[in-house]
């Protein structure tokens, strides 16, 4: 549903900078939404974030480190469990 408000609000933007400007915001939003679902527990959203976890180390090393750090917690939860 995101990804294709913003495909359609790309089909009127002219300039190839709006364009890569809004191709990156949907990579914010969508990486943002499958971390609310890991965060929920959506064992899905878990193994592609972990999936991204390579890009996010290229493109954002405080990402990996936050996925880092709650990987941990959750472990940590679920041995106490």
């Known amino acids: 549903m995101r990804r ?6 790309k ?13 990156q915001r949907i990579d914010e939003i969508t990486t943002n ?20 976890r390579t890009k996010a180390a290229l493109d954002d090393p405080e990402m990996t480190r936050v996925l ?5 917690k959750k472990k940590h939860v679920e041995s106490l469990s």
Do not use: H, P, W
Not at 4 to 9: F, N, R, V
Not at 11 to 22: F, I, N, P
Not at 68 to 72: F, G, R
């Open 4 to 9: 294709a408000i913003y495909d359609k609000l």
């Open 11 to 23: 089909t009127g933007v002219r300039s190839e900078e709006d364009k890569q400007m809004l191709d």
């Open 33 to 52: 939404v499958r971390f609310c679902q890991y965060k929920s527990g959506d064992k899905t959203a878990a193994r592609e974030l972990r999936n991204l």
């Open 68 to 72: 880092d750090v709650n990987e941990k």
